[in-house]
């Protein structure tokens, strides 16, 4: 046998059998001339044979990719927005407010609306609605057309039971919107606070005590705070910062780290022969620090009551799953653009609640915390410097300002 008679041979094998022969036969002359592997044995990215696409168990193998890349889309759309939210928290200064009024801050809104956070949590509920109301609307539309049988049902119902239960899904969207915004406005609130003492802390501990344990002390508890709170905070990095190796040490085995700051800022300062008033203001801004901790505490542990979550959640997708059959006799086709922009409207009043309600990591903790440090360290210098201007004062300025006091 020739060199050619061999390869048209072993490109065209014969038949074994008339039918199955054939079948075979012509598959092999569609895989040579497309240049297509056999799809019986197509193989993933790390070698493993996948089953014929066609055959049923190709389709099932198909049908549980589609389910499991459906499933990981809700776990895709909370990665992307657990992952941006660090870089979202704003810390406004006077040029960020100038951008934030602009008149062109509306273009600006639009063109990141797809990378807004949550825009992207809106996903899974949204096309989830939207999805189940084009599947109402082709079955009504091929009912409507007679392509299915007659003895299937239009479905469509009254709109009045929704122009009656709008207001009171309106009212319980406003109350958890208001009531996530007040938890919110009084994390900012104890924050405040907690950067205010320890800025008239440290104030106090250079003019009257001198103390530099005591000053990383006072520096380190609103680090400690931050990272109490914030998850996936690291607080070793945080503290090492400002504290030594032994103070580090021994604060890291704590099991409540601020509280350990807190008991020794107290026994240092408890320990010191200090009068009266100066102990009073001293120990003020220490009740401030326990205060604003067990509000920190009570506002990450104890979230709106659940069942009103839970209420709005299930309002929420059950008037859109039957919005569809409401509007099928006014709006027809256009049921599905109304589904979409009502859901994503909805949803996203919602979203924002459930996102403000859990308010330290939407508060740009890291940089106030920053801010104070920055601000205690000038003060430290200041202290030395001011002291030493006043002390220079010519003659005739300190008898004026002698006269004036008196």
């Known amino acids: 046998m020739n060199r050619c008679a061999l390869d048209r041979e072993q490109r065209f094998p014969p038949a074994v059998t008339r039918g199955r022969g054939h079948r075979q036969q012509r598959r092999f002359v569609f895989q040579v001339f497309c240049q297509i592997p056999d799809p019986r044995q ?7 044979i996948i089953a014929n696409p066609f055959s049923l168990d190709g389709i099932r193998e198909a049908r549980l990719d589609i389910f499991r890349w459906i499933a990981s889309v809700p776990e895709w759309a909370d990665a992307q927005k657990e992952q941006n939210m660090p870089n979202r928290r704003a810390f406004y200064s006077n ?12 273009a600006r809104h639009m063109a990141s609306t797809f990378s807004s956070r949550v825009i992207i949590s809106l996903i899974p509920p949204v096309f989830t609605v939207t999805g189940i109301s ?40 406003v109350f958890r ?71 580090l040490a021994f604060v890291l085995n704590a099991k409540h780290r601020p509280n350990c700051l807190l008991q020794m800022i107290f026994q240092i300062i408890d320990g010191l022969s200090l009068g009266e008033t100066q102990q009073v203001l001293l120990h003020e801004n220490i009740s401030t620090y326990n205060r604003s901790v067990s509000v920190c ?56 609640g459930v996102l403000i309600e859990e308010p330290f990591p939407m508060l740009a903790l890291d940089r106030m915390c920053e801010v104070a440090l920055l601000n205690i360290k000038e003060m430290t210098e200041l202290h030395a410097k001011v002291g030493r201007h006043i002390q220079t004062q010519p003659e005739e300025q300190q008898q004026t300002n002698g006269r004036l006091r008196t």
């Open 42 to 48: 197509w193989r993933g990215p790390r070698g493993k």
């Open 95 to 106: 040029n960020d407010w100038l951008r934030h009024r602009s008149s062109l801050r509306h």
């Open 134 to 173: 084009v599947l109402v609307t082709l079955y009504n539309a091929l009912v409507e057309s007679r392509w299915a049988p007659g003895f299937l049902p239009v479905l469509h119902a009254p709109s009045l039971p929704y122009e009656l239960t709008a207001p009171a899904l309106a009212l319980l969207l």
């Open 177 to 247: 919107t208001d009531t996530s915004y007040s938890r919110y406005d009084e994390a900012r609130k104890t924050w405040t606070e907690v950067i205010s003492s320890t800025k008239n802390l440290a104030r106090l501990t250079e003019a009257w005590i001198h103390n530099d344990d005591l000053m990383r002390y006072i520096v380190a508890f609103p680090l400690a705070l931050k990272c109490h709170l914030i998850m996936g905070s690291d607080m070793e990095a945080e503290l090492r910062k400002v504290l030594d190796e032994r103070d």
């Open 297 to 352: 505490e009570r506002l990450i542990r104890t979230p709106i009551p659940l069942s009103y979550t839970r209420l709005t959640s299930r309002f929420l997708i059950l008037w859109h799953l039957g919005l569809p059959i409401a509007l099928w006799d006014t709006c027809n086709w256009l049921v599905i653009p109304s589904t979409f922009f009502s859901s994503a409207a909805l949803f996203c009043i919602e979203e924002v």
